[in-house]
């Protein structure tokens, strides 16, 4: 479901300029997700507030640091208060952990089916994060998954996120 006025617990989808935003969007394309304009997506946290992943490390910034840019706020239909609430919850315990360009790697590595012995412990464990890795974790925090296609756990881009929610 899409919508304008964002609610904690909303994912916000946007776009990242430079060459940043062009390698993630390569990233995406290779890994089947499409070659649109959302390269990164975070959560919306209550007062106003956001967690997103970046390159030192997830951190909490106020919502209107988005005020000028072009986001989409996208939510799984029927998501209840308190699921919401879950959802926020879990964001708290995600400050900090790193981001990590490999994931990507990693993703295209799992859907070009190239056997790779421990790949899949390897997302699990090394506790970095892209930003919609981090999003989905949230969610599945709060017992709310949203793929059910089977995908592995961190398997997940922003486009991934838009496919599945903003059509």
Same mark, same amino acid.
């Given at each position: ?5 964002? %609610? ?5 989808? /946007? ?12 990233? &995406? ?15 919306? =946290? ?25 986001? %989409? ?15 926020? /919850?879990?964001?708290?315990?995600? *400050?900090? *952990?790193?981001?990590?360009? %490999? ?22 464990? /090394? ?9 989905? &974790? ?18 997940? /881009?922003?486009?991934? =996120?838009? &496919? =599945?929610?903003?059509?």
């Amino acid at each position: 479901m899409k919508h304008t006025h964002p %609610l904690p617990g909303d994912i916000g989808l /946007t776009q990242i300029s430079g060459v940043s935003g062009r390698l993630i969007r390569f990233g &995406q394309w290779i890994n089947g997700d499409g070659f649109a304009d959302y390269e990164h997506a975070f959560l919306v =946290l209550p007062d106003d507030q956001v967690l997103e992943a970046e390159p030192g490390g997830a951190r909490i910034r106020p919502l209107t640091d988005y005020g000028g840019a072009n986001v %989409l706020y996208v939510c799984p239909e029927g998501l209840t208060e308190r699921q919401r609430a879950g959802i926020c /919850t879990a964001a708290s315990r995600y *400050v900090g *952990v790193p981001y990590s360009f %490999l994931d990507y790697a990693a993703i295209a590595t799992h859907r070009f089916h190239v056997p790779v012995p421990g790949l899949r412990r390897y997302i699990a464990n /090394t506790r970095h994060m892209i930003c919609s890795q981090l999003v989905d &974790q949230c969610y599945l925090d709060a017992g709310v998954h949203l793929f059910a296609d089977g995908r592995w756990p961190g398997y997940v /881009t922003p486009m991934a =996120l838009y &496919q =599945l929610l903003a059509r």
